[in-house]
């Protein structure tokens, strides 16, 4: 239903809390009748315009840093997954089979490599590890059964291998929906914006259209201000 005027009572928002903006079906009655000024209401429709559009800009940057920082989780939990099932064939306990993506499934199929027979003792895991942007190293890891993540600010702790897919899975979860609801705001923000730049437009015109009425009003002969005055001229010149 479309607002009739500024609202008083409890604004309409979004999950997130981001408030709807109003549509004006009603210009006259909105701006307060024929006779009232519009420019405090252009300033309150620029003004408004311009948040969502600050709003759209900071959701736009989170939006991106979501879509790196999931696959970098992904990365991580397959990882950590992966030396989870060589902690597993190293101790001889039993290996639950489940859905693996694409690049868990390799991973995998490197562990079946480095398995062979089951009662022969599992390889040392070798990888390459990163000094520089473009300098590694060879290095061998020493497999405890724990695994240290980086939490940020330069901290890093030691997780038992579930302890930190648990943790993994849950940060991955959250960053998903995080991500959908980012996009869903942003969808909700451009129309919002559309609405205002059409609360602009309906009354933008409304008063051009206010004042050319009031130009014609009291014009007895049809004619516009102009066009009577010379008229007027043309009659004193008739005069001479």
């Known amino acids: 239903m479309a607002s009739a005027g500024p609202s008083k009572g409890q604004m309409e928002t979004n999950p997130r809390g ?15 009748g024929k006779d009232a ?57 039993e290996i ?27 390889e040392p895991l070798k990888t390459l590890f ?12 020493d497999e405890t059964g724990e695994v240290g993540l980086w939490l940020g600010a330069n901290i890093m702790l030691m997780y ?13 979860q959250t960053a998903k929906k995080s991500h959908e609801e980012t996009v869903e705001d942003l969808e909700f923000l451009r129309e919002q914006i559309t609405v205002m730049e059409v609360n602009f437009a309906r009354v933008h015109n409304w008063d051009v259209k206010r004042r050319r009425e009031k130009g014609l009003i009291g014009q007895q002969s049809g004619l516009l201000p102009s066009q009577r005055g010379q008229g007027k001229d043309d009659s004193d010149d008739e005069r001479d």
Do not use: H
Not at 165 to 170: P, Y
């Open 160 to 172: 038992p291998l579930q302890e930190a897919i648990d943790l993994l899975s849950n940060k991955l």
């Open 18 to 32: 981001i408030p709807k903006a109003p549509f004006v079906a009603d210009v006259d009655e909105y701006v307060g």
């Open 130 to 141: 990163e000094l520089n942007d473009t300098l590694y190293a060879e290095a061998q890891v």
């Open 37 to 93: 000024e519009i420019q405090s209401t252009m300033k309150k429709f620029e003004e408004t315009t311009a948040k969502y559009r600050y709003m759209e800009v900071s959701l736009q940057q989170r939006r991106k840093a979501l879509l790196t920082k999931i696959p970098d989780i992904e990365q991580t939990l397959q990882v950590v997954k992966f030396l989870q099932v060589r902690r597993k064939k190293s101790v001889g306990e």
């Open 96 to 122: 639950e089979e489940e859905k693996l993506s694409d690049d868990e499934d390799d991973l995998d199929d490197l562990a079946d490599e480095d398995e062979g027979d089951k009662k022969k003792e599992v």
